[in-house]
C-alpha cells in the first residue's frame, strides 16, 4: 500500500507563492507518475498538474500554466508543486496522487491514480 503526505499549504497573499510537498512510500518511484489536483470552495476537482518518472513527461492544467511548476526529489521520494502569482481563484484543497504507470493519455483524469493523499488546504487571500 502507499502512502503518500502532502504539506506546505496555508494562507497567503494574493501574488505570493507557495510549495506544496508530496512524499511517498512507493517502491516504484522511479517509473510511477504523480499528480495534483485540486477541489475549489463548492466545486469538482480540477486537475493542476502531473509528471511522469519514466518518461519525464510534465503536463499543467490550462488555469495553472506559466504559474505552477512540478519537480520531483528523486533521494527523497518527494514530488513539489511550486505555486507562483496566487489568485484567490486558486483557493482550494489540494491533493497529490500516484499511479504505478508512467503518464498516458489519461493524466488529467482523477480515475488513473490510485493513490491519494489527505490534502492540504491553500487559501489565497485579495
Known amino acids: 500500500q502507499v502512502q503518500l503526505v502532502e504539506s506546505g499549504g496555508g494562507l497567503v497573499q494574493a501574488g505570493g507563492s507557495l510549495r506544496l510537498s508530496c512524499a511517498t512510500s512507493?517502491?516504484?518511484?522511479?517509473?510511477?507518475?504523480t499528480g495534483w489536483f485540486r477541489r475549489p470552495p463548492g466545486k469538482e476537482r480540477e486537475f493542476i498538474a502531473a509528471?511522469?518518472?519514466?518518461?519525464?513527461?510534465?503536463f499543467y492544467g490550462d488555469s495553472v500554466k506559466g504559474r505552477f511548476d512540478i519537480s520531483t526529489d528523486y533521494p527523497k521520494k518527494t514530488v513539489y508543486l511550486e505555486m507562483n502569482s496566487l489568485k484567490p481563484e486558486d483557493t482550494a484543497v489540494y491533493f497529490c496522487a500516484e499511479d504505478r504507470w508512467d503518464l498516458d493519455a489519461n493524466y488529467a483524469s482523477p480515475a488513473k491514480y490510485g493513490y491519494w493523499g489527505q490534502g492540504t488546504q491553500v487559501t489565497v487571500s485579495s
Open positions: 509528471v511522469g518518472r519514466r518518461s519525464g513527461k510534465i
Open positions: 512507493s517502491d516504484t518511484f522511479d517509473r510511477s507518475a
